[in-house]
């Protein structure tokens, strides 16, 4: 017997909660915890609740107008995308309470709960659970509770609870509490007389705390880490997160080091309206008990981004250090022991469609250096476009004032002046592009150079530099097979000439400028160095030829790139004049640069290869080169070897050059559906030795994750006036590191392969860059 009553009345109240943790979709996708019945699809979505149709279906039912309704046999009552089905249920409808017992479930959208029996008021939209097991849909969390209570209010109260993320018939680990009150509101729980156990066994007590439920966040501690090492002992981190306001939080993290003492970290993060973001990190290690004069260190850090308006940018960022060695002998949160630049940078910009002005202020304090670099103290910049002004001409201006100050008084000012405004007609089309582009290059120094060292400068210099770019590439292509399989091939050959005239330079003081890397890419700029104190002469072509392969699904498997530039005149300007020869910036007269020439390709299947190569054709010397060779047949399957070639590098502690020559062996594989291993192996070959090794186990589950690692890699000590007498610094480390998190307590466990991968001074890149 079917019987369908229409009332304006609500059924029961829900809280959805959520788990806090931010997990990758993979896990999610293997792990979810789904109730044991299925969710029924909603209906009336638009409409409110307490005015969505109520449909009730039972096998049989008894009812007496305005008293008593029992209904029994598969009884439904569905409400928009509620449902509650029982074996019998009792609707008193003068008293506006339902009971319902037997296979109980109470289901919506987001919640299920099921239960011995069912007791609902509902005119003050109260509901009572006995005997109840819950879920939430779309996560891991579920537990059971001898008492479920939905209030008035929509907070959910159980009595003698647990709950836990792992699969039904998992007890990795579970936590028990006397009472959990969960807010429906501010979604976090309270949680009294709780006790965490791990296999089974009790490991935890708190008589209360509190949980996030949601993705808001929350106060409260963080999964502590442990590490060993051989230069700073055993080491214990606790962090703490305080969540201030919706704007602010911060996290405080006591960081103890058995050899060296307790290292504070405070990071504050706070967000200004809308569109701007910023964070201040302070770092405070009293009394290093590795140092002989038990010296302070500390580190604070700033930075600030974002937009005020639709127009204005603005960018801030300052860091200071104590000493040299503060990120080779502390795991700051900052920066890296590789990291040996700290750059201070104010800027503030305004943009529209066609210009664009910007104000800054910089300055960088290199690490372990004597010298230190120029401050930038301001530098105003104007950037005009005008694309198409007149029969497809392009009208650009680049406008720059600089101030250049040194914290050295021995060292000279200077002010500088540049413009440079140009016209160029870009001509682009499936066949090819052609762009002719003419600059005209003026720039005015004023240097100070009263009383100072490098009196060979000029007070006032003003150079004139006209330039000439000539840049075009043509398109061909064709459709061939390799093996039995088809491709469409491209030829793209392209050429520069660039003509940039000269004047004697040595006048001019290095304030911002370096020579430029050379690369394929490289060998097309107009520029040999950075920056405009030194802008060098040229009369050159460079012819450039790139072929790419294209399977069917128009995927990129191949790229070759060769290039050369052919002077026809030598260039005369350096960084230091040919009248001051220097085995660094020495220009050498030649009538080509060097070979360039880049590869990246998928060799078959799931091997990939990349190369790149600098050869001097003249001389017949490798400058550099490198080469990676990957097996990655899957996510997380990575099988790497590499080598790397650079001669004549400069070691900045002794301005002696090296040659490095080294070679890697990179790998992450799955042992088991849970267990995986990560490891990596850097040798030098020309010091015969070990520059980094790295072994790292993860084994993650569903409701945990534990990850065993060992570092072993060499140490970068500076010369630092902080200890002078302390010149035992350990020129390798080692040590182990273990994590463990249990999910859904606070943190949601190890990232993965990518994370391990980037975990050591040589971070993993994939070698195949190709187009799709």
């Avoid at 307490?50 to 039912?61: A, C, E, K, R, Y």
């Avoid at 950037?383 to 600089?402: C, H, I």
């Avoid at 559906?673 to 980094?692: A, F, T």
Wanted: with cysteine; hydrophobic share 35%; net charge negative.
């Amino acid at each position: 017997m079917h019987i369908r009553y229409l009332l304006a009345l609500i059924l029961l109240p829900h809280l959805v909660l959520a788990d806090e943790l931010d997990r990758t979709v993979d896990a999610d996708t293997q792990c979810l915890v789904e109730p044991p019945v299925p969710i029924p699809a909603a209906n009336s979505a638009d409409v409110p609740l307490d005015l969505q149709q109520i449909q009730i279906v039972s096998d049989t039912t008894e009812a007496k107008l305005g008293d008593k309704a029992t209904f029994t046999g598969d009884v439904t009552f569905s409400q928009g995308g509620r449902h509650i089905a029982a074996d019998n249920a009792t609707l008193d409808q003068a008293n506006q309470r339902l009971d319902a017992d037997g296979n109980l479930v109470f289901q919506d959208s987001m919640f299920t709960v099921t239960a011995d029996s069912l007791s609902a008021q509902m005119r003050t939209n109260r509901a009572e659970l006995s005997g109840a097991q819950y879920w939430l849909h779309g996560q891991q969390i579920h537990g059971d509770a001898e008492k479920l209570e939905i209030t008035q209010d929509n907070n959910l109260h159980l009595t003698n609870t647990n709950f836990t993320t792992c699969p039904p018939g998992d007890t990795s680990w579970l936590l028990e509490a006397e009472t959990i009150k969960i807010d429906s509101t501010e979604e976090w729980g309270e949680l009294w007389d709780a006790k965490l156990r791990i296999a089974g066994v009790p490991v935890f007590y708190l008589p209360y705390m509190t949980i996030p439920v949601s993705e808001k966040r929350k106060s409260g501690f963080l999964f502590p880490l442990f590490s060993t090492s051989t230069t700073n002992g055993v080491e214990l981190a606790t962090p703490y997160y305080w969540n201030i306001a919706p704007e602010y939080d911060l996290t405080f993290t006591p960081h103890y080091m058995s050899a060296r003492g307790l290292f504070l970290k405070t990071e504050f993060r706070y967000l200004t309206g809308e569109a701007q973001q910023g964070g201040v990190n302070v770092e405070y290690l009293a009394n290093d008990n590795l140092l002989t004069n038990r010296s302070d260190r500390y580190l604070y850090h700033w930075q600030h981004k974002g937009a005020i308006d639709d127009n204005w940018r603005v960018l801030a960022n300052f860091t200071d250090v104590s000493d040299n060695n503060y990120f080779n002998d502390l795991k700051s949160d900052v920066l890296r022991a590789t990291d040996n630049q700290l750059s201070r940078i104010g800027e503030i910009a305004y943009f529209e469609n066609n210009w664009d002005i910007t104000a800054r202020v910089q300055d960088i304090k290199v690490l372990g250096e004597d010298e230190s670099p120029y401050q930038v103290m301001p530098q105003v910049g104007l950037n005009y476009r005008s694309p198409e002004l007149w029969s497809g001409l392009d009208v650009n201006l680049l406008a720059e004032a600089s101030n250049f100050r040194h914290k050295d008084n021995q060292y000279n000012s200077a002010n500088r002046l540049h413009l440079e405004p140009s016209i160029s007609l870009p001509i682009h089309g499936p066949a090819g592009s052609l762009t002719s582009e003419l600059k005209l290059l003026q720039t005015n120094y004023w240097q100070d150079t009263d009383n100072k060292p490098n009196s060979e400068l000029a007070s006032t210099v003003s150079r004139t530099l006209p330039q000439v770019r000539i840049h075009g590439q043509i398109n061909f292509e064709r459709y061939t097979d390799y093996f039995n399989v088809n491709y469409r091939q491209t030829l793209e050959p392209q050429f520069q000439y660039l003509y940039v005239g000269y004047e004697d330079q040595s006048q001019i003081g290095i304030y911002d400028t370096s020579l430029l890397q050379d690369d394929y890419y490289g060998l097309f700029r107009d520029r040999r160095f950075s920056g405009l104190d030194r802008i060098a002469d040229a009369n050159q072509m460079t012819l450039g030829l790139t072929t790419r392969l294209f399977d069917e699904h128009n995927r990129e498997t191949f790229q070759f790139s060769i290039g050369q530039i052919y002077y026809f005149e030598d260039s005369k300007v350096g960084l230091i004049e040919a009248s001051q020869p220097n085995q660094y910036f020495q220009q050498e007269n030649t009538s080509n640069s060097v070979l360039a020439a880049e590869l990246n390709t998928q060799i078959y299947n799931d091997w990939f290869m990349s190369g790149a190569i600098q050869y001097d054709t003249k001389n017949s010397y490798n400058k550099k080169s490198e080469v990676t060779l990957d097996f990655r047949p899957e996510t997380n399957k990575l099988l790497q070897l590499s080598y790397r070639y650079v001669p004549d590098l400069i070691n900045s502690n002794t301005n002696e050059s090296v040659n490095v020559s080294q070679t890697g062996v990179r790998g992450a594989w799955p042992i088991s559906d849970n267990l995986y291993i990560v490891g990596n192996w850097y040798y030098d070959l020309n010091e015969s030795r070990s520059v980094e090794t790295y072994t790292g186990f993860q084994y993650e589950s569903c409701c945990w994750a534990l990850r065993l690692s060992y570092h072993y890699r060499i140490k970068t000590n500076y010369d630092d006036d902080l200890e002078p007498t302390f010149d035992d610094r350990e020129l390798f480390e080692h040590g182990f590191y273990l994590n463990f998190v249990i999910k859904g307590l606070g943190g949601s466990g190890p990232l993965g392969v990518a994370d391990m991968l980037d975990d050591g001074l040589f971070n993993y890149r994939k070698p195949l860059y190709l187009k799709n």
